[in-house]
T-cell receptor, first 115, second 113 residues
Framework: AQSVTQLDSHVSVSEGTPVLLRCNYS??????LFWYVQHPNKGLQLLLK??????LVKGINGFEAEFKKSETSFHLTKPSAHMSDAAEYFC?????????????FGSGTRLLVRP | GAVVSQHPSRVICKSGTSVKIECRSL??????MFWYRQFPKQSLMLMAT?????????EQGVEKDKFLINHASLTLSTLTVTSAHPEDSSFYIC?????????FGQGTRLTVV
């Protein structure tokens, strides 16, 4: 069975400093992995996705994530945080790979950005 | 990207009444849509998979008679919370998949009083 663990429930950074949101996954085969962002009382927006191509994935708004099979990790990073990055971030694995429609969500990490 | 529209965004209803939430794919056809539930400060949990023209598939522990799903067309799925109770208060989000990417509605905040 697939599962996703987000190691931090809250991350607080100062504006202009790097962001690291950690995610580990468990999968019996090559997974498809995603990062979504959710602003308060809003739907979810896809930041980036890994689908067994390049291990370093670049997304929108300056975010990127690196798929490390040996560490079963898919951490999300950004070189310099902006106030507008404050939101909830979800690491997600697709159950069954690209052909499957089920998404399994991590518990979420709330990113706080201090001025 | 593709757009999924969910309506209403907020609804308050009395205990014992039913509430219908609509999910529409605006610029693409979706044979399959998904309904999620999100409790405050928690993650999204898949409730059911809505299939156009056939019965929905419910996740374990989700009462199908309480959460009625209808997917009558390729662009519309509805979730009806029947005989709502305060414990049904939650944030409900739908999604539809296009070309391996899932697109989410804006969500519906349901409050049962």
């Amino acid at each position: 069975a697939q599962s996703v663990t987000q190691l931090d429930s809250h991350v607080s950074v100062s504006e202009g400093t790097p962001v690291l949101l950690r995610c580990n996954y468990s999968s019996s085969y090559s997974p498809s992995l995603f990062w979504y962002v959710q602003h308060p009382n809003k739907g979810l927006q896809l930041l980036l996705k890994y689908t067994s191509a390049a291990t370093l994935v670049k997304g929108i708004n300056g975010f990127e994530a690196e798929f490390k099979k040996s560490e079963t990790s898919f951490h999300l990073t950004k070189p310099s945080a902006h106030m507008s990055d404050a939101a909830e971030y979800f690491c997600v694995v697709s159950d069954g790979g690209l052909s499957s429609y089920k998404l399994i969500f991590g518990s979420g990490t709330r990113l706080l950005v201090r001025p | 990207g593709a757009v999924v529209s969910q309506h209403p965004s907020r609804v308050i209803c009395k205990s014992g009444t039913s509430v219908k939430i609509e999910c529409r794919s605006l610029d693409f056809q979706a044979t399959t849509m998904f309904w999620y539930r999100q409790f405050p400060k928690q993650s999204l949990m898949l409730m059911a998979t809505s299939n156009e023209g056939s019965k929905a598939t419910y996740e374990q522990g989700v009462e199908k008679d309480k959460f009625l799903i209808n997917h009558a067309s390729l662009t519309l799925s509805t979730l009806t919370v029947t005989s709502a109770h305060p414990e049904d208060s939650s944030f409900y989000i739908c999604s539809a998949k296009l070309n391996s990417e899932a697109f989410f509605g804006q969500g519906t905040r349901l409050t049962v009083v």
